[in-house]
């Protein structure tokens, strides 16, 4: 008998996403989550010790804590790999005036838009950015993710694109969930340079990157390469800029227009692109060839009450690897949950129960470049764990709006919510 | 000064529904809550005694309990006007079955659809239908829910059509939510009259509809009017007897096809009809001269993954009032949350934050014809509130997926969730 510090037995699914091998998933394999029925895990302190049937755990393993799983499934902690989870100020009234028809233009003139988070932004302090933040995180943790990507981009300066950074790098130490920084300086067109958008490049290019690098700020540089924001040679200086910095990078690509964001991505081999609801059959290829993911935020979609949404079909059969994400942010997509996005995934995407899980834990870990570190139930790994209170994992977008975490293990440390 | 129980004080808002009269809300008087910002209300045990400013009623009354609302935003207990809440098993087979693109015949031969949960609950005890569905009722009260419509049809013989109303009386007693009876037993065919349907008309008739009278099981009587379920001349002759035996009723029209269940709705004066996704120009029209309340259900279009949903924006234009319901059921629509039910119909129906909220409480309650008593934060009715933890109403349906109830208060009661 070995000894653990804490076991769950009995659980009624333990989805392990291990089977031999915890790489990034495409096609058939993302259907797949390795459940293992009646299923048990052992922990020592943060780390995964065993997992298997419940006889095999409990011949194996003693511990003084051990929790009876009954009624229970057990998944690895969500990981959210596209937040912008750290802003301030709020835009409600702006999410009114575009379900009562107003204009995108419209809505910017009466001072709504990025630009509306970017003076609340600019207006705050880390410490009242940390503190608009926390509730946030706390709701993301209570909702079963445990890792995500946060962005800064609500500066659009450079001063408060590091504060924002430096709240990102301040969260990931106070709170129980773990951050990672991408410097988003590319969010949007700040006013003072719309009529000349290629010194807002050259100041990102010459400025803020190296600030940003200088300080250890940033993992990625991420550029939101769309019609009306950055181009496509814009955003491929930038992003060249960054990996030239040492920076690895990741975009928005082919949101609303195909401008070719899927192929840039490929070009630079972009770790992740994420939106691609108007990607290409080509751009779908060169990703594919390239092994850059495709993030889809499904909730962005839903939450600006557009019908078409990315061809998540389409692109697990071309064998592209997809990651889901929340896109947690105060204009286009406000939710912290993990479980609706799964829900969207499914009925609006068609993603099955077993490639949306997949695509959150697994693939979501891969497109932070943690696939070794989490993302599935495997010996060795941290143990980042959510326990449902649930009959099988198929219950997250069947039985939807309402949250069926009983308690969180983030490195090891056990969270009731 | 006068005496309260309790007092909540300094909400940002308090959504009153109230505007000097409580009626059935139409057209542009949806689209406004009566809100009282800094606002405040005093209860006296299970009645409201005082709503107005903070400043009114910290002047007019002193209670023991004063609690500090900073914060909050007030509204009327949701009411769900339309729920199968009360059922055993569950199927998230079939759902996982549709996603993959089998057909309903095929989920049908598989044993799946309505009749799958049939099976179940015609298994299932009294006290074991009650054991499943508290978990659900309870879920329901956490996310705001105060009173509940709640439907048989999972037994479609009488003896469980029974068993079931006895569930619901039952729950209706023990549990803090109120639950408003009504009979289906036409919620489908059951296999052994599936070739003579009007034998299980019969029955319906002469049988099932005078047991629950007799037994006084139901408020209302309801049909599944559909094509491949109950014909229109089926479901007059059972709502007509339904209303000779003394119930009111409510039906589920024009869901798939237009069979014209809503020219029927108005014709029979139901109190409501309901989902309406393929209603005419004509039964919209016929349903607002009879003074029929639409019903909308937009979960189950969203779970189904279909893409339009029931014409929220022509009916109130046409000036019908509207209410909204999760259908909460094991089938078509699993969730217990009007918040989700909320962000759907303001994102994928066009409605306003106000509207939603409208037709989730005054309008809602008005469905069960309780729009006396509960519904609206007016003097005299049952204090049934839910406190929120957001900035605004609005907050509702554009920060979604979560939970933002702080607590709910029931006949009075404090119910910490």
Known sequence: MKDATLIIYNANEVCTLDNGGQGLRTGAAMDNLNVIEKGAIALVEDVIVGVGTTEEILDSFRAETQIDGTGTVL?????????????????????????????????????????????????????????????????????????????SGYGLELETELRQLEAIRELHKQHEIDLVPTFLGAHEIPDEYRDHVDEYVRIVIEEMIPAVVERGLAAYCDVFCEAGVFNIDQSRAILQAAKAAGLKVRLHADEFVDLGGAMLAAELQA?????????????????????????????????????????????????????????????????ESMQIIIALAC???????????????????????????????????????????????????????????????????????
């Not at 959510?386 to 056990?414: A, C, Q, W």
């Open 271 to 335: 770790i992740s692109a994420d939106h691609l609801l108007a990607i290409s059959d080509e751009g779908i290829q060169a990703m594919q060839e390239a092994g850059v993911i495709a993030t889809l935020l499904p909730g962005t979609t839903f939450s600006l009450g557009k019908k078409e949404y990315a061809p998540a079909r389409k692109m697990i059969d071309a064998g592209l690897p997809i990651a889901l994400a929340t896109d947690c942010n105060p204009g286009s997509c406000y939710t």
């Open 75 to 151: 998944m690895p902690g969500f990981v959210d790999p596209h937040t912008h989870v750290v802003f301030a100020g709020s835009r409600e009234h702006e999410f009114e005036m575009r379900l009562r028809g107003e204009s995108y233009m419209e809505i910017a003139a009466a001072g709504g838009g990025i630009r509306s988070s970017m003076r609340a932004t600019r207006a705050a302090s880390v410490t009242q950015l940390i503190e608009e933040s926390i509730p946030r995180l706390n709701r993301m943790l209570a909702w079963g993710t445990t890792t995500i990507e946060a962005k």
């Open 347 to 417: 009925t609006q995407m068609r993603m099955t129960p077993a490639e949306a899980i997949t695509a959150s834990t697994l693939n979501a870990a891969h497109a932070l470049e943690l696939g070794d570190h989490i993302g599935s139930l495997s010996v060795g790994k941290q143990a980042d764990i959510v326990v449902f209170d649930m009959p099988s994992y198929r219950t997250l977008p069947y039985h939807f709006g309402v949250n069926h975490v009983r308690f969180v293990i983030k490195r090891g440390e056990v969270i009731t919510v």
